[in-house]
């Protein structure tokens, strides 16, 4: 799993949110293929743990929810994303890199 360290604040990042209108898009990510929704602030009701950067995803805070296309794990394998996490989680360094 690749750990995060920094945040990615560089410039305009990918705002899922705005490209996929909440409708499921699928991303590639580990090796395997991922439907990604956006959530909402509105429908951010509680805090989740971002895999990206191990911090919380406070309630409130609009986010991406990704789950595995192939269907293993179904819904129980959600995970809940900074939106920005998941649009950098391909140029995260796999790990050792403290910024
Ligand atoms: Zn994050």
């Not at 950067?53 to 900074?82: E, F, K, M, T, Y």
């Given at each position: 799993?690749?750990?995060?360290?920094?945040?990615?604040?560089?410039?305009?990042?990918?705002?899922l949110?705005?490209?996929?209108?909440?409708?499921?898009?699928?991303?590639?990510?580990?090796?395997?293929?991922?439907?990604?929704?956006s959530?909402?602030?509105?429908?951010?009701?509680?805090?989740?743990?971002?895999?990206?950067?191990?911090?919380?995803?406070?309630?409130?805070?609009?986010?991406v929810?990704?789950?595995?296309?192939?269907?293993?794990?179904?819904?129980?394998?959600?995970?809940?994303?900074?939106?920005?996490?998941?649009?950098?989680?391909?140029?995260?360094?796999?790990?050792?890199?403290?910024?």
């Amino acid at each position: 799993m690749p750990r995060a360290n920094r945040r990615r604040d560089d410039g305009a990042p990918l705002d899922l949110a705005r490209v996929t209108g909440g409708i499921p898009q699928r991303a590639r990510y580990a090796g395997g293929e991922w439907f990604v929704r956006s959530v909402t602030g509105a429908g951010a009701q509680r805090a989740y743990l971002c895999p990206g950067c191990q911090q919380d995803i406070s309630v409130g805070v609009p986010h991406v929810v990704v789950w595995p296309a192939d269907g293993l794990g179904g819904v129980d394998n959600r995970r809940h994303w900074h939106t920005q996490c998941w649009s950098a989680r391909e140029r995260r360094r796999p790990q050792g890199s403290f910024r």
